[in-house]
């Protein structure tokens, strides 16, 4: 049975591939960092509960600096980014809304260039602005790094590799080796 | 009563046909051969003919007391079901002991049930998606407007990817499998 879901909206089907604007971008990282703050907060106030209960006579959660805990927010957002951006092209925030960040020719975008990519998101939220002042919708974050924010509901079924894909891309593979060089 | 009627009246001139018939091979033992043979072999057409008409009018009698028996059927057992007070014949059926006799487990599996949830679930949630989804795209939309406007541009937006390098929308994840 195919996941695939029928787009309803003769628009959005229109716009599937195309450039995403900004409110959809904006609401996707909202949502990010929504996320992202509530795993914050729930690990530390699990963990230092956790630390008391095993650790000290009393359970308090005590309140860290405030540095901390922007450094710590920061480090995780850059991490969660990346690590979303840098596999599957989209995080939670961009499932949700049907987006995925790509490399500006189409291709997949790679963890180096996520990571570049999310060190300046987390950094600085305003580069998403200029989405709404580009003609190709792309903020300052796609402009310096050559990436794209799309839409993108449905990604088609993972290709499911079997041994047979893989002894006939071996052979062509073996062929293009065993070729005598200037032929 | 018509339909019995016509069966009533086949079955005689089916006996009729029967016993004209028998005396016609009695009188053929009896007298001398060849005496007669021309009148034997009229009889014996015609009594075939009437025995074969016989026959189709007593299916067709037969059809119609069946149809009529049926309605008959239907009536009167609607109407005792009308002079049955359900209430009483409820309590008296023992449900307990049907609903125990009936394989749950098996009727569940026989519906599929978890599926049915399943698709209705999904089916409810990806539309409630779909439908943030394009009233945000909408939104997209009217927000690079309004800023085009401002800015005061003819030439609309250019949204569209340029693909030079390996595709990546759509293709999903890759797994392998042993």
């Known amino acids: 049975m195919s996941r695939q879901r029928e787009i309803r909206n003769q628009r959005a089907q229109e716009l599937q591939g195309q450039r995403a604007g900004f409110v959809s971008r904006a609401v996707a990282s909202g949502i990010d960092v929504l996320l992202v703050l509530c795993v914050y ?23 860290p600096p405030h540095w901390l805990n922007e450094s710590l927010v920061w480090v995780l957002l850059v991490a969660y980014l990346t690590a979303g951006w840098g596999t599957a092209g989209r995080t939670f925030g961009k499932q949700v809304m049907g987006l995925r960040v790509i490399r500006s020719d189409g291709s997949r975008l790679r963890l180096p260039r996520a990571f570049l990519r999310a060190f300046l998101c987390a950094s600085f939220f305003p580069v998403l602005l200029w989405a709404l002042l580009d003609r190709r919708n792309r903020g300052l974050e796609d402009v310096a790094f050559g990436t794209a924010v799309a839409y993108d509901w449905f990604p088609e079924e993972p290709v499911t590799l079997t041994l047979d894909h893989v002894e006939a891309h071996l052979e062509i593979e073996a062929r293009t080796v065993s070729r005598p060089i200037g032929s | 009563m018509a339909g ?80 049955l007070d359900m209430e009483q014949l409820i309590d008296h059926v023992p ?74 929308m759509g293709t999903g994840a890759m797994e392998m499998l042993p």
Do not use: C
């Open chain 2, 95 to 168: 449900i307990d002991r049907v609903v125990a006799r009936v394989d749950l487990p098996a009727v569940i599996d026989a519906i599929d049930l978890s599926g049915v949830v399943r698709e209705a679930t999904t089916g409810l949630s990806g539309e409630s998606v779909d439908g943030l989804r394009s009233g945000l795209m909408g939104m997209d939309t009217w927000s690079a407007r309004v800023v085009d406007k401002i800015l005061r541009r003819k030439q609309p937006r250019d949204l569209s990817i340029h693909t030079t390098g390996t595709p990546s």
């Open chain 1, 41 to 63: 907060v729930g690990g530390y106030v699990i963990g230092s509960i956790a630390w008391d209960l095993f650790f000290s006579q009393s359970v308090a959660v005590s309140v």
């Open chain 2, 4 to 83: 019995t009627a016509k069966v009533g009246v086949s079955a005689s001139v089916l006996v009729a046909g029967e016993i004209a018939s028998r005396s016609v091979q009695v009188a053929r033992v009896v007298l001398p051969t060849g005496m007669g043979e021309g009148v034997f072999e009229t009889i014996e057409r015609q009594v075939k003919g009437r025995e074969q008409e016989a026959r189709r009018s007593e299916q067709q009698g037969l059809g119609d007391v069946a149809s009529a028996a049926e309605s008959v059927l239907n009536r009167v057992v609607v109407e005792i079901v009308d002079m």
